[in-house]
């Protein structure tokens, strides 16, 4: 099974920057798409961002701009980098992925498009 572990998350005033990664492992296809959410307290998982087989993406519109998602294959490694935070993305972070050939869905992530699903981690953002 694909296994997902993210790092990264911290605390940032406003304005601020951060970079989380998600490191994979146990690929069985060579193919996948990958995905960034986030969850804060008493809401509902976002997605926010998200990573296709032909190296496409897509955002929720709250992000746009200011995130970018990346995936390096080399490395096995997806990331997350978050410029302009603003108070309202203080979330739990979560990685996720799903194995096979996807192409771009034209809007944003949702949780049961994907299957494999890392631990979390803390975004704080505040002053």
């Known amino acids: 099974a694909v296994q997902l572990e993210e790092s990264g998350g911290g605390s940032v005033q406003p304005g601020g920057s951060l970079r989380l990664s998600c490191a994979a492992s146990g690929w069985f296809y060579s193919s996948h798409c990958m995905g960034w959410f986030r969850q804060a307290p008493g809401k509902e998982r976002e997605g926010v961002a998200a990573?296709?087989?032909?190296?496409?993406?897509t955002y929720a519109d709250s992000v746009k701009g200011r995130f970018t998602i990346s995936e390096d294959n080399a490395k096995n490694t997806l990331y997350l980098q978050m410029d302009n935070l603003k108070p309202d993305d203080a979330a739990v972070y979560y990685c996720?992925?799903?194995?096979?050939?996807?192409?771009?869905?034209?809007?944003?992530?949702?949780?049961?498009?994907?299957?494999?699903w890392g631990q979390g981690t803390q975004v704080t953002v505040s002053s």
């Open positions: 996720a992925a799903r194995e096979g050939y996807t192409s771009n869905w034209g809007r944003a992530p949702r949780a049961n498009d994907f299957v494999y």
């Open positions: 990573i296709f087989s032909d190296g496409s993406t």
